[in-house]
């Protein structure tokens, strides 16, 4: 009989399945990356490439958890560096480079005073999407990957990095060379446009520093804005560090030399301008917004562009009021919520634990908290799930078809039917009954009405009917 056939069983992955029910919208169609831009497996394939050191190392750190272990510290210890120099033919200053790469890439994470491997390390060979990920974040960062000059103020380096996209923006619409003096006279622009923002008066270019000498008129580049000197050194700083991480390349040439996006560095800017337009295209105005309506907007996001939401939101408050936020929404009758609530937490790392942890003996944000936890300390998102028991698998089975019966389709909710742990469709309806779930009984009218067989829609209609009753 239908009621009996077995659930068309997958590998119980409760997490995934939540992400997909409560994330899958009719959105506008997923953007195209520029004429001529690699396809992802090969820009995956230049990631891994500029990334390999940092891959090595993070695994010997992995195998290696002696007392000196760079695992235990945090940092690659001398002893450690030396050990990993000596196993891995480099250099005890490329295994620091490579060390700081794997950090700043997400290849390990740390745990206050311990480093772990992260998730993008083990998803290393077989998803090219962990490893863009993990390069654009090694691009975020590319500021700390190349020491800034000496002697430099610093407000001056933070002047450059804000103005930085910029002089990307330049290379990537000029899909080709750009020469270095272009380069600088709109960086130049752009530090005086950020000055004059803030309400900054320019310094002349010889007014006299505080040692009584006027500036060098060599680091002055003709032409350029009053108030950059200084800024020539800036700017090759600034192409070193990009260089640096595999995101252009220098061609110093005869004259004055000349930058050039890779592959990468042109898709990476791509995706930062598609962001910023999706983010500007939210008539909510999310990042203004309450925790709860934050999260309805990103609601129509994809997983990446949601990110990007949650990132620039939370920069714009104290975390600890933030996570209180989150939780508190979490804390609703609205299941899409509460797991859109928990993805921005993920986001959070690190300084939500205390508050993620605290949760756990809240029935409705257990799953959810134990999930995050588990990857938080280094499991795979794909396997996180085994945490969970039974009861807490089908509790959040249920929580995820709130969501999907409340936001999203009838066909969405007969194929998460297949996601359920349990193997028949009557051991599902008997655990559903006793795991007490709030929305229980409108979970199974609505899967009986979206569902195109009688008989199993029948059987879920008389198990809706026994709950609302009381019945066994």
Same mark, same amino acid.
């Given at each position: 009989?239908?009621? $009996? ?8 992955? @409760? ?270 105005? $999310? ?73 756990? @003996? ?111």
């Amino acid at each position: 009989m239908a009621r $009996n056939s077995r659930l068309r069983l997958v590998r119980p992955r @409760a997490l995934a399945t939540a992400r997909r029910a409560v994330t899958t919208r009719r959105t506008r169609p997923a953007p195209r990356p520029p004429e001529g831009t690699p396809p992802r497996a090969e820009l995956a394939r230049q990631a891994r490439h500029v990334l390999a050191d940092a891959v090595r190392i993070a695994r010997w750190a992995a195998v290696e958890r002696g007392p000196e272990s760079a695992l235990r510290t945090g940092t690659a210890s001398v002893p450690a560096q030396e050990r990993a120099a000596a196993a891995l033919d480099l250099t005890p200053g490329q295994i620091r480079a490579g060390w700081d790469r794997a950090r700043l890439a997400g290849l390990v994470e740390l745990h206050g005073d311990t480093a772990r491997p992260g998730w993008r390390l083990q998803a290393w060979d077989r998803d090219d999407s962990a490893v863009l990920r993990g390069w654009v974040a090694l691009f975020d960062a590319w500021s700390l990957v190349h020491p800034a000059p000496e002697g430099v103020a610093p407000s001056a380096v933070a002047e450059v990095v804000e103005a930085v996209p910029q002089v990307l923006s330049l290379l990537q619409l000029s899909q080709g060379p750009v020469l270095v003096p272009v380069l600088l006279d709109l960086l130049g622009q752009r530090v005086e446009e950020l000055r004059e923002e803030r309400c900054e008066v320019p310094v002349a270019d010889q007014t006299p520093d505080r040692a009584g000498t006027a500036p060098d008129p060599a680091d002055t580049a003709p032409g350029a804005p009053p108030g950059t000197d200084g800024l020539p050194t800036l700017l090759d700083w600034a192409l070193e560090g990009l260089a640096a991480v595999g995101a252009l390349t220098l061609d110093p040439g005869a004259d004055a030399g000349h930058a050039t996006l890779t592959p990468l560095g042109n898709w990476a800017v791509w995706v930062k301008l598609e962001q910023i337009c999706v983010a500007a295209q939210s008539p909510a105005g $999310n990042i203004e917004q309450s925790a709860e309506d934050m999260l309805r907007g990103c609601a129509r996001l994809t997983p990446g562009p949601a990110r990007a939401e949650y990132r620039a939101w939370l920069a714009a408050r104290t975390l600890s009021s933030a996570v209180a936020e989150l939780l508190a929404v979490a804390r609703g009758e609205d299941a899409l919520l509460r797991g859109l609530a928990f993805e921005a937490l993920r986001v959070v790392g690190a300084p939500a634990e205390a508050e993620v942890r605290a949760t756990v @003996a809240e029935p409705s944000l257990r799953p959810y908290a134990l999930l995050w936890l588990a990857e938080y300390e280094g499991a795979d998102p794909d396997d996180a799930q085994e945490v969970l028991t039974r009861e807490e698998a089908t509790w959040l089975w249920v929580d995820t078809a709130a969501a999907v019966a409340d936001h999203g389709e009838s066909e969405l909710l007969v194929r998460h039917l297949e996601s359920a742990v349990q193997g028949t469709v009557p051991a599902l309806l008997d655990e559903v009954r006793a795991v007490g779930h709030p929305r229980t009984v409108q979970v199974l009218v609505a899967l009986a009405a979206a569902h195109p067989d009688p008989a199993l829609s029948k059987a879920v209609r008389r198990a809706a009917f026994q709950v609302h009753t009381g019945g066994a």
